[in-house]
C-alpha cells in the first residue's frame, strides 16, 4: 500500500514543525485547529510531532483544507519583520489594555507569540497580517497612487475627532447601510519603511467592512445545498508624509480615489492633486537590434542568465504580425538572423508588439536560483505588477530599468522653463483628450520627453493619423488621415490636397492627455496672483480660476482654449455672456488667438505673458494691468452691439467682434444705427427696402454702399444663407438658418415684403 503524502496539508506539517507543542496545544483551541488536539504532550518533542503528522493524514481532505490556508498565516508573519510587528502587537495589547496580557509571554519565540495573538487577540493578529500584506503588495498595480496637493510634509494625526470623519465618509464612499456602517471598523497604525540610511515612517488605514450577501451552491454529505455568507472586504491605504503620496488598495478606481480625496481633506484640509503617480513608460523598439540581456543588474540580486524566450512583431509594416517562441536559450536574434537573413522579421519591422524576457536569478544570501518572467505589450502593459512576491517585483523593475525598457515617470517641476511651458499650453489647446504622435511631431513636441514628465500616457498604435490644415480663408484645422499599411512602409495621403505622409513607428504612437493635470499645473503658476479661488473646478470651459485684484477692482480669470476653432470661440463668448462675470481677464492657450473680446471679457494670450526669469516660468497678470484699464470701456459694452457717435458724421461700434469698427461717413453711420436700433428693440433682420426706409440712405448693393470699408464683413452677414442675400443682420453668434432647413415666419415675412 502506497504511502499517503502531506500533498494537501503541507502547511500544516510545515506548521506544526515550527511550533512549539504547548502553542500547538494552544492553537488547537480554535474550532479551525482542532485537529491538532490530538497531540500527545507526554511524548519527547519529536515523537509527538511525529504522531500528530500521521494523525492529520487520516483527515479528510474538506476538513483540513481550511487549516491548511489558515496555516500559511503563520508561516508568512513569522518569516517578515517578525520582532516590529510583534512589539507593535503589545503595544496595541497594552493600549485595549487586554484582560490576558499577563499571560503573553514577550520572550517566547516568535511563532508562539502568533498563535497566542490568533487565539486571544485574533484582532490585534488580523491587524498585524495587513502590515505584512499590505507591504508585500504595496507597489501592486493594485494599488492605486494619489499626490497631495499643497502637501507640506506633515504626519497624520490619528484623533478620535478624525476617526469619526473619516468612518462617516468611508460609509458613504462604500455606500454602507446601517447595519454595515457598525460593523465597519478602521484601523490605523504607523511603521517605519526603507534601509537604515532612508529610514521613513509610513502611515497606514485599513478599512474593514462587510460585503453584500452572497448564495453559493455547496456540496455536503452527497446532496446540493445552498451556502449563505458574507464577505469580509477591506480597504487599505498607505500614506508617505516624505513623499505626500497616498497609495489605496481597493477593488475600484474611483472608489480608491474617492477614498484617497476624503482621507486628505479631513487629515490635512487639502485636495488631491492630478499629478499621476507610480506611472511607467516602456520601449521596446530597442529589441529589434541585438541586446545584451545578461548586462543588466539589479540590486540584492545576481543575474545567472537572460534570454528572449518569445517576441511578436509586426511582418514587415503590415498588420500582420510573427512570433518567435524560443526552445531554449539561445539568442533570438542570431537565430532569426541565421535563418531569414537579408530577410530578418526582426530588423525589418515596424514595430515590437510583445515581448516575454526570461531570466535566472540569485538573491543575496540565497543558494537557489529563482525564474523571472517579464512579459510587456506595446500598450504598455506588463505582467511585472502582478508578480505577487514583492522582492521579484522590485528585481524586475531594477532589471528593466537598467535595460533602458522602463522608465519611471518623474513629473517635471512646474514652470521648470519656458520651452515646457510653451508645450504644455499646446497640449491644451487641442480639441480633444488624445494625440497621436505624427500630430506631435507636426506642433514640435516630444512625444517620448512628454510622456517621461507625465504629462502624456502612451496608448497602443492606431489606424489614423492627424494633420493640421488651413482652408482659403485662413481657418486652422485639424484633418484625420487613414494609415495605409503595406509590406515595406507605412503612409497617410491627404485626398484633399494629394499630399503624401511616409510613416515612422513612432507616428502611429497614441497619446493620452492629461489636461486636468496640465491645468492645474498652469493654476500653480497663476496661484500666487489670484483671491477667492474656487473650491471645485469646474467641468467645462470657460474655467474660472479666481480673482485677480486690480486697486480695488476684483476682476475674474478664466481660461480658455481652441480660439482657431470659430465656432467654438462663438460658444464661449455665449457662455461668458450667461455667466455675469462681468469685466474679465479671459487667458487664452491659443498663441495667435483671433478674438480680442469674449463676451464681457478681454482676452490675452497666456504665450505674451510667460516670462522666463533666472531659469523659471513666471506669468505676470500684471501686464494687463494698462490693457485692462485701456479696454474695460469697450469690453463693458461688449456684451451688447453698441454704437457711439463722435458727431453726425463718425463713430465706433463696439461689440462682439475682435475689433471695434470705426465708422467714418455719414451713411455708413446711418445704416449701422438701423441694425443697433433693431438689436436693442429686438428687431434683428432687416431687407434692403427696410433699411433703405428706416436710414435715409438709398443703395444698389452692401458691397457698393461699404466701398473703402472691406471690413465691413466682419460686423454685417446675410441672415438668409443666399450667395446673393435678400436679408441682412449684425455678424453675432451663429446664423439661423445654419440650425434650421427651414425659413422663420419672420425671415418669409421679410422676404415677401422685400
Not at 157 to 167: D, G, I, N, S
Not at 173 to 189: G, S, V
Not at 443 to 456: E, Q
Not at 524 to 543: A, C, F, I, K, S
Request: proline share 3%.
Amino acid at each position: 500500500m502506497a504511502k499517503k503524502s502531506h500533498k494537501n496539508n503541507k502547511h500544516i506539517a510545515e506548521l506544526i514543525e515550527s511550533a512549539t507543542i504547548s502553542a500547538l496545544q494552544l492553537l488547537a483551541q480554535v474550532d479551525k485547529f482542532a485537529m491538532l488536539g490530538g497531540i500527545d504532550a507526554s511524548l519527547p518533542d519529536d515523537q509527538a510531532r511525529a504522531a500528530l503528522r500521521e494523525h492529520i493524514l487520516k483527515i479528510r481532505r474538506e476538513d483540513i483544507t481550511i487549516a491548511d490556508q489558515e496555516a500559511v498565516r503563520f508561516l508568512q508573519l513569522v518569516r517578515f519583520r517578525t520582532e516590529e510587528m510583534l512589539e507593535h502587537a503589545y503595544r496595541e495589547l497594552e493600549f485595549e489594555q487586554h484582560a490576558e496580557i499577563a499571560t503573553f509571554d514577550k520572550s517566547a519565540d516568535a511563532m508562539t507569540r502568533l498563535i497566542w495573538l490568533h487565539v486571544k487577540a485574533s484582532r490585534v493578529f488580523d491587524q498585524i497580517e495587513t502590515i505584512y500584506l499590505t507591504h508585500h503588495f504595496h507597489g501592486h498595480k493594485k494599488f492605486l497612487g494619489f499626490t497631495v496637493r499643497d502637501g507640506d510634509g506633515r504626519d497624520f494625526q490619528w484623533t478620535p475627532e478624525v476617526e469619526k470623519k473619516l468612518h462617516e465618509g468611508v460609509g458613504e464612499i462604500l455606500d454602507l447601510d446601517d447595519e454595515a456602517k457598525q460593523n465597519c471598523e478602521l484601523i490605523h497604525f504607523e511603521m517605519e519603511e526603507g534601509d537604515a540610511d532612508a529610514k521613513r515612517r509610513m502611515h497606514y488605514l485599513v478599512v474593514y467592512h462587510p460585503g453584500k450577501m452572497k448564495l453559493l451552491r455547496q456540496m455536503k454529505d452527497r446532496r446540493r445545498d445552498l451556502l449563505v455568507f458574507t464577505p469580509a472586504l477591506e480597504a487599505t491605504l498607505v500614506y508617505d508624509p516624505s513623499a505626500n503620496k497616498v497609495h489605496v488598495l481597493s477593488g475600484k478606481r474611483d472608489t480608491a480615489q474617492r477614498l484617497a480625496d476624503r482621507f486628505v481633506a479631513v487629515g490635512f484640509d487639502k485636495p488631491l492633486s492630478k499629478q499621476p503617480v507610480g506611472a511607467i513608460s516602456y520601449e521596446l523598439g530597442m529589441l529589434k537590434r541585438t541586446v545584451n540581456l545578461r548586462a543588466a543588474t539589479a540590486k540584492g540580486a545576481v543575474i545567472l542568465d537572460a534570454w528572449i524566450s518569445s517576441i511578436t512583431v509586426t511582418l514587415g509594416h503590415t498588420r500582420h504580425s510573427v512570433t518567435f517562441a524560443m526552445a531554449n536559450s539561445d539568442s533570438v536574434w542570431s537565430v532569426s538572423d541565421r535563418h531569414f537573413g537579408d530577410y530578418n522579421p526582426l530588423s525589418s519591422c515596424r514595430s515590437v508588439i510583445e515581448v516575454k524576457l526570461s531570466f535566472s536569478i540569485r538573491f543575496d544570501g540565497e543558494q537557489d536560483s529563482r525564474a523571472l518572467d517579464i512579459t510587456v505589450d506595446h500598450r504598455g502593459s506588463c505582467n511585472l505588477l502582478n508578480l505577487p512576491d514583492s522582492r521579484l517585483r522590485q528585481c524586475g523593475e531594477d532589471i528593466l530599468t537598467s535595460l533602458g525598457v522602463m522608465k519611471r515617470v518623474e513629473p517635471a517641476k512646474v514652470g521648470a522653463n519656458l520651452a515646457l511651458f510653451r508645450s504644455e499650453m499646446k497640449l491644451l489647446d487641442l480639441a480633444g483628450h488624445e494625440a497621436d504622435g505624427h500630430l506631435l511631431a507636426a506642433l514640435g513636441l516630444t512625444a517620448t520627453d512628454l510622456v517621461s514628465k507625465g504629462l502624456l500616457k502612451q496608448k497602443a498604435p492606431g489606424d489614423y493619423i492627424t494633420v493640421p490644415i488651413e482652408d482659403a480663408d485662413g481657418q486652422q484645422g485639424f484633418r484625420r488621415l487613414k494609415v495605409i499599411f503595406n509590406s515595406t512602409s507605412t503612409s497617410a495621403v491627404d485626398d484633399v490636397t494629394g499630399e503624401r505622409f511616409d510613416l515612422a513607428e513612432g507616428d502611429l504612437c497614441r497619446y493620452n492627455i492629461s489636461k486636468d493635470y496640465l491645468r492645474e499645473r498652469l493654476d500653480d503658476l497663476l496661484r500666487p496672483q489670484l483671491v477667492d479661488m474656487p473650491l471645485t473646478v469646474d467641468e467645462d470651459e470657460p474655467y474660472v480660476l479666481g480673482n485677480y485684484l486690480m486697486g480695488d477692482q476684483r476682476i475674474p480669470v478664466v481660461l480658455v482654449s481652441r480660439l482657431w476653432d470659430l465656432k467654438h470661440a462663438d460658444k464661449l463668448d455665449t457662455r461668458l455672456r450667461q455667466s455675469n462675470l462681468g469685466l474679465s481677464i479671459v487667458l487664452s492657450t491659443t498663441t495667435d488667438q483671433p478674438r480680442r473680446y469674449l463676451g464681457p471679457g478681454i482676452v490675452v494670450s497666456l504665450d505674451t505673458l510667460a516670462k522666463n526669469i533666472n531659469g523659471k516660468v513666471s506669468i505676470d497678470l500684471a501686464l494687463v494691468d494698462a490693457e485692462i484699464r485701456r479696454r474695460q470701456s469697450e469690453a463693458s459694452v461688449i456684451d451688447t452691439p453698441r454704437l457711439i457717435k463722435d458727431d453726425a458724421r463718425s463713430g465706433t461700434l463696439h461689440g462682439p467682434w475682435p475689433d471695434p469698427w470705426t465708422l467714418t461717413k455719414k451713411e455708413w453711420l446711418d445704416v449701422v444705427e438701423v441694425f443697433i436700433n433693431g438689436w436693442t428693440s429686438g428687431r434683428r433682420k432687416w431687407s434692403k427696402a427696410q433699411i433703405e426706409s428706416a436710414s435715409g440712405v438709398s443703395f444698389r448693393t452692401m458691397a457698393e454702399l461699404f466701398r473703402g470699408a472691406p471690413e465691413w464683413q466682419t460686423y454685417l452677414r446675410g441672415a438668409d444663407g443666399n450667395a446673393k442675400p435678400r436679408i441682412w443682420e449684425l455678424n453675432i453668434g451663429t446664423p439661423d438658418y445654419l440650425g434650421s432647413t427651414q425659413a422663420t415666419d419672420d425671415e418669409r415675412t421679410i422676404s415677401e415684403m422685400a
